[in-house]
């Protein structure tokens, strides 16, 4: 059974850093494709960084490119996102997703996902 477990949300100050981690079990973990999601109510849930199986290669939805990096420990089946420069409209419950299957590319499409933790949520006082 896939568990997918986020943690390190919380509340800090625009101009702030948080580091999120992402625990998966149950799946061949350097073999799948990771990436963060976020939402807030009433709105589709928006990718906002991933990361390749093979290569590492990283992707960035434009709001956050400079500010968040996202990596991965396949030894330690851990996915990253560092935060940095935060602002009030970073706030959102944070989701970690791996890859629906194994070896495929990641994307921002919710369907290339097929496991979900439960989220962690990030708010950004101004």
């Known amino acids: 059974q896939v568990q997918v477990v986020e943690s390190g949300g919380g509340l800090v100050q625009a101009g702030g850093s948080l580091r999120l981690s992402c625990t998966v079990s149950?799946?061949?973990?350097?073999?799948?494709?990771l990436g963060w999601f976020r939402q807030t109510p009433g709105k589709e849930r928006e990718g906002v960084s991933c990361?390749?199986?093979?290569?590492?290669?990283?992707f960035y939805s434009d709001s956050v490119k400079g500010r968040f990096t996202i990596s991965r420990d396949n030894a330690k089946n851990t996915l990253y996102m560092q935060m940095n420069s935060l602002k009030p409209d970073d706030t959102a419950m944070y989701y970690c997703?791996?890859?629906?299957?194994?070896?495929?590319?990641?994307?921002?499409?919710?369907?290339?996902?097929?496991?979900w933790g439960q989220g962690t949520q990030v708010t950004v006082s101004s």
């Open positions: 149950g799946l061949t973990f350097g073999n799948y494709a």
């Open positions: 997703a791996a890859g629906r299957s194994a070896n495929i590319a990641c994307s921002f499409n919710t369907f290339t996902y097929g496991y």
């Open positions: 990361i390749n199986w093979v290569g590492g290669r990283t």
